[in-house]
């Protein structure tokens, strides 16, 4: 298993990548692209909003953290 834990991914472009069941709870994934990545199971940020992440999946959008 992979440790993800800190990992700065920050503007990272993982098109197409495989991600299913990480735990990307702590990474920094400000300005990230999934476009189109297999993310089942993934467990993101709790800043990022679902909508959010979706939108990155399906149109390829850069993650933008929300203010709370």
Excluded: M, W
């Amino acid at each position: 298993a992979l440790d993800c834990a800190g990992l700065d991914l920050s503007n990272a472009y993982l098109r197409q990548a495989d991600l299913r069941g990480l735990d990307l709870s702590t990474a920094k994934l400000e300005g990230a692209s999934f476009h189109a990545a297999r993310i089942s199971g993934v467990l993101f940020p709790r800043e990022l909003e679902a909508a959010e992440i979706e939108l990155s999946v399906r149109l390829g959008t850069r993650l933008r953290y929300r203010p709370r």
